[in-house]
Structure formats: structure tokens, C-alpha cells
């Protein structure tokens, strides 16, 4: 492709995008196709030939297109959200086109100095106090892994990373049952083992650890010759938006000398409004905390920013430098691969000074707040309807509810049937949990485009679903 076809297919792509995102509420949801018919649809060789830049992008149009369900649609209420407000996809494009390594400052001083910049703009939005920096991680699991591995060296006299984890003391971190599965995989890749990952008994309406119960378990541990490393708290769990009460979990971690890692990757967003800031009070205990611009706020994936109180400890539990990467005379000054795990990085700053110059604090606290009143008002209209229960109440825009069964039909059956027919009927998408070990229908706003009549019609397809999959 030389530069002029570049521009016009730049061109092209541009005239797509916005005309994509124009009719998106036309389409369904999630595509009705059966698994294997994309793959079986696309060339089993690659070409030995240059194909015309015509045939593949419509080759995308008719072969990709129909089979993605689309996460920017209005109505899409499944899972939590990935939103990529335009704004930020313009800055991802600048980002694909210059294509730097963002590894080390000198590699990308820009990159790097806005990194630093908007890690602190972002302290500020949230309310986090000073002394708290940060790095801009791929995902929240990376970050969590970050997490877990510092804890592991600072319990371990950092002796891990050198010696391995042979003939060290056993180590044992703590959580609830409502933290997300990356805990568990950064529990495994750290080489502490499942069983080591203790969970703690909830209790409440937001099934908080129970800190008592939290502080019993680690005496106990001790007392058995364990080595507890830390504890991953969380604000906003995937499932129902589990939240502990991190104010109380932090001062236990600090009596017991322990790490405290805070997972708010869905819900740190909803910190930028100060109204919301309640339910993770006591954050500034933490030793690192986690929150995914890429989800709510609008910042194309991916973007996850972990704050971090010592970031030495990061540092020299993750920095390896060959001779190839040292900064000769530069040492004084961030490189970013020594804050995580990969070496190359992307340029992710820039989507989040472009999001949050155009749209300002005050127009995302504008859809947060939307978000979470128009989920508020679907969950007392659903509560109202005879035929069906609420299981969880709203935690910011996240509810859960069920539809009652006919009787002597399997109510997990029931709901995973209704779930299924809501999602062919393409208006809305929706995913479903297990609450106390039953099916239960999860339902969160947060897309960017969403509008109070998108969620008025989420209301009209969950009824009428509801009723056609009654006996
Ligand atoms: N933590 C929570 C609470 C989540 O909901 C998720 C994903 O939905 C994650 C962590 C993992 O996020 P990521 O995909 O950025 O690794």
C-alpha cells in the first residue's frame, strides 16, 4: 500500500466507522450465527498473491461484520461495558499510525511523560490523594498480577524471583467469592497455588468480606506456620457487584503487615463522581489499586490504570535490565516496561487525554449518573411486576433479578431459557450469574450511547420474553 491508497483507505475506514456507529441500533445485539460458520467461510490457505484492497475490505464487510456482536451498541447490557467513545478512536488511530514501543522513556519520551500526566489526572478525578502514582496496564489482570507478584516478593525478603518458590514458606492471600477470576489466574501464575487463595465469608447486601472472619483466617495461618503475602479486596465484583468494605479491610492489612490490593476495575469509573466515592472509602489504604478506563469511562480497550502507593516495590520486583535496555545517563526517569509484565507497550495514554479533554469530568459524570438512574428505575419497575424478583439490588448499574417459573419447573432452567431467548431476539444483550448458587439475570448500564428509551425497551423485551417462554 503506498501513501496515496493509504490515505484513501484511512478515508474509507473513517466513512465506515462513522457510519457503522450511526445505524448500530439498527442492528442485533449479538449475531445469529452458529459457531464454525465464520472460520468455515474464510480461505484455509493464506494467498501467494497480492489480493485488491477492494476485495478485502468487502470480504470484512460481508464476512466479519455479520458475525461480531457488537459492544457499542446502545443496548448492549451484558457483561460490563467496553466502551471506545469516538473520541478515543481517533486517538487510537494516531496511535496505530506513528506505532511506537513504548518501553522505556527514551523510546517514547511523549508517551511516556503524557502516561505520567494523565495517571495523576486521574488520581485527581477519582479523589485519590496525593502520593499515589501509577502505570497504565493492558488489562486489569496484568495489574492484578503486578500486584499479587510484588506481595509475593515483599513476604518472601524478595528472594522469590531469585531462589523460585521451592523451599520458601507457604504463601496464602485472601479475598471474598465475589472477586473476579483474574485474581484466581494471578494466583496460579504467581506460583502460589488455588489453595492458597483463601476465601473469606461474606455477609450484607454489597456480600462484604467479613473482617473479622478475614483477620481469624490469617492468625490462623500464622499460627500454622503459613506466610500470608496479601489481600485483594474488591469494589463492584463482576457478578453482582460484590463490594467490600475496604475502609476496614485496609486498616486489618495494615495491622498485619499485609499488601492490600483493591480490584474496582468496572466501578473505579463511578469515582469520578464524588456521590459514589462511599463505597470504597478507606481506598487510600491500599498498596495498589485497580480501575479500567476501557470499561465504563469510555477509553478504548486497552486501558486499565493501576495506582500504586510504593512503586519501588513494583519496580524491583518486575525490572530486568540487559545491557540492550539501559538508559545510559537517563536513570532518573520512568521507563514503563519496569512497571509490568511485558516489555513492549502500546501508546494508551493519548485515548485518555483525547476522552477526557472533549468530553471534560463533568460530561462523563453526566453518563454515569444517567447510567445509573435509568438501572435504578428499571429494577423497581421490574420489581413491581408480579412475575418477577429482583436477587440483587442496584450497586451503581449493576442489578440482578429472576423470572419466576411455572410451578414445578426448574427455575435455573427457566432463566437460562429466558436469558437465551432475549438474546436471539437481538433488541438487547443480556449475560446471567449465580447468586447463592442460582441462576440469576444480570443487568448493567453503561454504554456510551445508551439513552433512557434504550432502557425502556430493555424493559418491554425482558417482559415479553419473559411471558413467551411460559409454558
Ligand atoms: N476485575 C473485575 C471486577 C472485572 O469485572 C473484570 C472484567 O470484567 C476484570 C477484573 C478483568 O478485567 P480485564 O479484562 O481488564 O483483565
Redesign the pocket.
Known amino acids: 500500500m503506498d501513501n496515496n491508497e493509504f490515505r484513501a483507505w484511512s478515508r474509507r475506514a473513517a466513512d465506515w466507522g462513522a457510519d457503522y456507529r450511526a445505524n448500530l441500533r439498527n442492528r442485533p445485539v449479538r449475531p445469529a450465527i452458529a459457531p464454525g460458520e465464520i472460520f468455515g467461510s474464510i480461505e484455509a490457505s493464506p494467498p501467494e498473491t497480492p489480493e485488491p484492497m477492494e476485495k478485502i475490505f468487502a470480504d470484512f464487510e460481508s464476512k466479519i461484520v455479520p458475525g461480531m456482536t457488537h459492544w457499542q451498541h446502545p443496548r448492549f447490557f451484558a457483561?460490563?461495558p467496553a466502551n471506545a467513545a469516538p473520541v478515543s478512536v481517533v486517538a487510537e488511530y494516531l496511535v496505530s499510525v506513528m506505532a511506537a514501543q513504548c518501553m522505556l522513556w527514551q523510546t517514547s519520551p511523549a508517551a511516556t511523560e503524557l502516561e505520567m500526566r494523565i495517571v495523576d489526572w486521574m488520581r485527581q478525578a477519582l479523589g485519590l490523594p496525593e502520593g499515589f502514582s501509577g502505570v497504565i496496564q493492558d488489562?486489569?489482570?496484568?495489574a492484578?498480577l503486578a500486584a499479587v507478584l510484588t506481595m509475593r516478593e515483599r513476604a518472601l525478603d524478595w528472594q522469590g524471583n531469585k531462589k523460585g518458590l521451592a523451599g520458601q514458606g507457604k504463601l496464602r492471600v485472601y479475598c471474598s467469592d465475589q472477586?473476579?477470576t483474574?485474581i484466581d489466574r494471578a494466583i496460579w501464575v504467581a506460583g502460589i497455588g488455588e489453595e492458597n487463595l483463601v476465601r473469606i465469608p461474606v455477609a450484607g447486601r454489597f456480600r462484604a468480606m467479613d473482617t473479622v472472619a478475614l483477620e481469624a483466617a490469617i492468625l490462623a495461618d500464622r499460627e500454622a506456620g503459613l506466610l500470608p503475602a496479601g489481600i485483594i479486596a474488591?469494589v463492584?465484583?463482576?457478578s453482582t457487584g460484590g463490594t467490600d468494605d475496604i475502609a476496614a479491610v485496609a486498616a486489618m492489612a495494615k495491622r498485619q503487615g499485609l499488601y492490600l490490593h483493591v480490584?474496582a476495575?468496572?466501578a473505579g469509573s463511578a469515582m469520578i463522581c464524588p456521590e459514589f466515592r462511599h463505597f470504597w472509602a478507606g481506598v487510600e489504604g491500599a498498596d495498589s489499586i485497580?480501575f479500567?478506563p476501557?470499561?465504563w469511562l469510555g477509553a478504548q480497550f486497552?486501558c486499565?490504570i493501576q495506582f500504586i502507593r510504593q512503586p519501588e516495590d513494583l519496580v524491583r520486583t518486575l525490572a530486568i535490565r540487559p545491557e540492550f535496555l539501559k538508559t545510559h545517563g537517563h536513570d532518573s526517569i520512568i521507563n514503563y516496561s519496569e512497571w509490568s509484565v511485558p516489555l513492549g507497550r502500546r501508546f494508551r495514554a493519548l485515548k485518555l487525554w483525547f476522552l477526557l479533554r472533549a468530553h471534560g469530568l463533568e460530561g462523563l459524570r453526566g453518563m454515569i449518573r444517567n447510567h445509573i438512574a435509568w438501572s435504578e428505575g428499571l429494577a423497581a419497575r421490574l420489581a413491581k411486576e408480579a412475575d418477577f424478583e429482583l436477587v440483587t439490588e442496584p450497586m451503581l448499574s449493576l442489578f440482578s433479578f429472576r423470572h419466576r417459573a411455572a410451578p414445578g419447573a426448574d427455575p435455573d432452567e427457566h432463566n437460562l431459557r429466558l436469558v437465551d431467548a432475549i438474546n436471539t431476539d437481538g433488541r438487547i444483550y443480556l449475560t446471567q450469574t449465580r447468586v447463592d448458587g442460582q441462576v440469576a439475570i444480570r443487568f448493567q448500564a453503561g454504554q456510551f450511547e445508551s439513552t433512557a428509551a434504550d432502557v425502556d425497551m430493555a424493559f418491554d423485551v425482558i417482559c415479553e420474553c419473559a411471558r413467551s417462554v411460559m409454558p
Not at 488489562?139 to 496484568?142: E, H, I, P, Q, R
Open positions: 457483561y460490563f488489562s486489569a489482570s496484568s492484578t472477586v473476579h483474574s474488591c463492584g465484583g463482576t480490584d476495575a468496572w485497580v479500567n476501557h470499561k486497552d486499565s
